[in-house]
């Protein structure tokens, strides 16, 4: 893997998906450069992978099998919104939370992002001056 692996955990997973379904998703894995695999001996599994090849291995599962796979794509998605909310500047994201909704209030601003007022006000002056 490379150095930008990303991994989650997903636990009891033949218990919320089933024997059969962990062995296909396994396989479909595999065939994206993703590894799913038991953490030791416990009934807790793990995915890892690049971020590339979780969005491949995510919209193949929404194709394939959507309600089958159901709680393994959520994960991979709640993984993914988490890891690019952490590559995303916060300048930027600020920027793109103030034109996505113009009337948002500079505290919603500071609770979705943990900014400081001063950062949520020159958010919004930047995005008032497009």
Known sequence: MTD????????????????????KAKLIALEYSCEIKRIRRSRNWQI???ENSFKKLSERLQLSE???????????DEKLT?????????????????????NITLAELMLMTNCSI???????FDADSF
């Open 4 to 23: 930008k692996t990303i991994t989650t955990h997903l636990p009891s997973l033949i218990h919320r998906m089933g024997s059969d379904n962990t062995k």
């Open 66 to 76: 959507p309600e089958a796979m159901q709680f393994l794509i959520r994960k991979i």
């Open 82 to 102: 988490a890891y690019n909310d952490k590559l995303e500047r916060i300048e930027d994201k600020l920027k793109r939370l103030v034109l996505q909704n113009p």
């Open 118 to 124: 001063t950062e949520a006000r020159y958010a919004r």
């Open 48 to 50: 890892t992978g690049d």
